[in-house]
């Protein structure tokens, strides 16, 4: 019942989801009451676009963060009878597919019309800056190695559709809600802010998270927890790492996320869980 959640419930997982390991500055960021309002327009969606996939090109990999949370956010969806489309390209394809993650489409023009969907979220999807290219954390452009999948997120703006984006870095896809702080608070912000706004920005930690708290705040709204399992978490990443996959922060082929080892992604799921 709805009307027995905690009525700071939704707050507690806000919470817990900007921690902020990797010292990003994460703070400034936070949409209070974003993650909530979310989760409720969710609950009316017919059928939801999810994009996520992050390249590396120092190393020519995808990154673990991103993947996991966007297929824990479909797989809820799916469980309440709403379907869920994923979509990526080329460069990340590999990471979606290693984890069951599917249908999955790669970007090309056209395709917001061919999907259709009620929703869009991005989950740690780069989204382009002022000067119209992608930057990584370092400010380095990756526009070679990046479909533009956030020309989706401006079409849906443009058609009223619903949409969220979650990231932890400021050049996310959605964080052009915010880009004013992200150029403030945030390293190499001037030139890495992104300027795509969705209509509810989640600022997280770590992206995988933002999507878990997402997902345990629809858990909360329909009373059954929806939350993968923490085996189910280490089994994807460690998937996502067979297939090439790196750590976005120290680039190597392990399975951590965003710098930290799997044990912090799993505990944050268990004290997730424990609001449920
Ligand atoms: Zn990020
Ligand atoms: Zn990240």
Redesign the pocket.
């Known amino acids: 019942m709805t009307s027995s959640i905690e009525k700071n419930a939704f707050e507690k997982i806000e919470q817990l989801i900007a921690q902020d390991p990797a010292g990003r500055n994460i703070a400034p960021l936070v949409q209070p009451g974003h993650l909530e309002a979310a989760a409720r327009t969710l609950t009316r969606a017919g059928r939801v676009l999810i994009t996520t996939g992050?390249f590396v090109p120092s190393v020519e990999a995808g990154e673990t963060?991103g993947p996991p949370g966007a297929k824990a956010l479909g797989a809820a969806l799916e469980t309440l009878g709403i379907p869920a489309v994923y979509v990526t390209d080329a460069w990340n394809a590999p990471y979606l597919r290693a984890i069951g993650a599917k249908p999955l489409h790669l970007y090309e023009p056209g395709l917001l019309e061919r999907l259709a969907p009620s929703h869009l979220i991005s989950v740690?999807r780069v989204g382009r800056a002022e000067d119209g290219r992608y930057y990584n954390?370092r400010g380095e452009d990756i526009s070679p190695y990046t479909e533009p999948v956030d020309e989706l997120f401006l079409q849906a703006a443009e058609q009223g559709l619903e949409s969220i984006g979650i990231?932890?870095?400021g050049n996310?896809i959605g964080m052009g809600g915010c880009a004013e702080q992200v150029r403030a608070h945030v390293a190499n912000g001037q030139t890495i802010a992104c300027v795509v706004a969705t209509d509810y920005l989640i600022a997280c930690g770590v992206?995988n998270w933002g999507a878990y708290g997402l997902v345990c705040a629809l858990s909360l709204l329909n009373s059954r927890d929806l939350l993968p399992s923490g085996e189910a978490l280490r089994t994807e990443v460690e998937a996502i790492v067979a297939s090439g996959g790196v750590d976005g922060v120290t680039r190597r082929n392990e399975p951590t996320v965003d710098g930290q080892p799997l044990q912090a992604s799993t505990h944050l799921l268990a004290q997730l869980r424990a609001l449920l």
């Open positions: 992050f963060d740690e954390m990231g932890d870095g996310e992206s």
